[in-house]
């Protein structure tokens, strides 16, 4: 099975969220409060995927609100460089700084964030910085959950979304839960589930639709599915780590994707990684099963790396490991 897009669209994919920083541990197996050195990259679930998309050949371009100090040109900069089109990032003129994440790799098991996400120039993107006329030209409208989480952001994405179903576009939401975000689970709930009802593709852990959903303890998927098909969804992807992942199609078709062997670094960056090649898949015609080979291959070799966004493989890395079909068999 497949899913179409407009051919004839000039973007393949536009993002809107969250750009920031990333500031990795250079020094592994160590707790933060003993780690000296950080390395800098672009960072935020969005800026990343489309960061990954861009490399797998894809037309990205991206919406979000950046700082104006060095940190908002650095990653105004780096996106551009990397073949993204920047004309809709929106500089703020109220002083609202770049989020920060400082990343600690105490082992490979054993990863944290740090966040600073107090009053971040992302989270006030405002619906009138939403362009039609951009989104229009776009195949898929990737919607990125934090976003959700303040206002005026969250007006300005449930805008972007409109415009898209308006529009023709697809919109691909990726759940991307921070619980250090959000007020309570049930405002998350509240808007996690407005969103995904309007999307066409919804991608996230078993989690994250737990949170979507509002449930205490871990759902079924038969339950998820089920739900969100009375709406506009037509494929749903629910991720279980190293169980691999499941798609489960409006017409009653369900897939499995394997997860690939790897050495693990570090666990984050899988998410982000996983979203854009599964999307490079779809768009680029291939059918559901491939894009979760494409997909669970992009996150395994992600992680066996330092960072996220620097790190995003190419195809020709993700074929290859798919190639060698090393995957990690579950009883």
């Known amino acids: 099975m497949n899913i179409y897009f407009h051919a004839d669209k000039e973007f393949d994919i536009i993002a809107i969220g969250r750009a920031c920083i990333d500031l990795n541990a250079v020094e592994y197996n160590r707790p933060m409060e003993e780690t000296m050195t950080f390395s800098k990259y672009v960072g935020g679930s969005p800026a990343n995927i489309a960061i990954g998309s861009s490399k797998l050949g894809l037309k990205a371009g991206f919406i979000g609100k950046i700082s104006d100090d060095q940190h908002g040109r650095f990653i105004e900069k780096y996106m551009r460089d990397a073949g993204i089109d920047t004309s809709n990032m929106v500089v703020d003129t109220e002083g609202h700084k770049t989020g920060l994440a400082f990343t600690e790799i105490k082992s490979p098991e054993e990863c944290s964030i740090l966040m600073y996400r107090q009053d971040v120039a992302d989270l006030y993107l405002t619906p009138s910085e939403v362009n039609e006329d951009y989104i229009k030209r776009s195949k898929v409208l990737l919607v990125s959950g934090t976003a959700l989480s303040k206002s005026p952001s969250r007006e300005a994405v449930i805008k972007a979304v409109n415009l898209a179903k308006k529009n023709d576009v697809k919109v691909i939401f990726e759940l991307d839960y921070r619980p250090y975000s959000w007020e309570t689970p049930e405002e998350t709930a509240v808007y996690y589930s407005l969103v995904a009802e309007q999307s066409d593709v919804v991608v996230g852990t078993r989690d994250e639709f737990d949170v979507l959903e509002n449930r205490k303890t871990e759902g079924k998927n038969e339950d998820t599915v089920n739900y969100l098909f009375k709406h506009s969804p037509e494929l749903i ?15 009653g078709e369900i897939f499995r994707g394997l997860a690939y062997k790897t050495n693990v670094l570090k666990t ?21 099963e491939s894009a979760l080979k494409y997909g669970s291959a992009s996150a395994s070799i992600v992680v066996s790396k330092h960072s996220s966004s ?11 490991l798919i190639a060698k079909n090393e995957t990690i068999s579950i009883s």
Do not use: C, N, Q, R
């Open 237 to 251: 992807v629910i991720k279980h780590g190293v169980e691999g992942s499941y798609a489960y199609a409006k017409s």
């Open 268 to 288: 984050f960056g899988a998410g982000d990684s996983y979203a854009s090649a599964f999307l490079f898949a779809l768009i680029t015609g291939k059918d559901i």
């Open 310 to 320: 620097e790190a995003m493989p190419t195809v020709e890395e993700i074929e290859e």
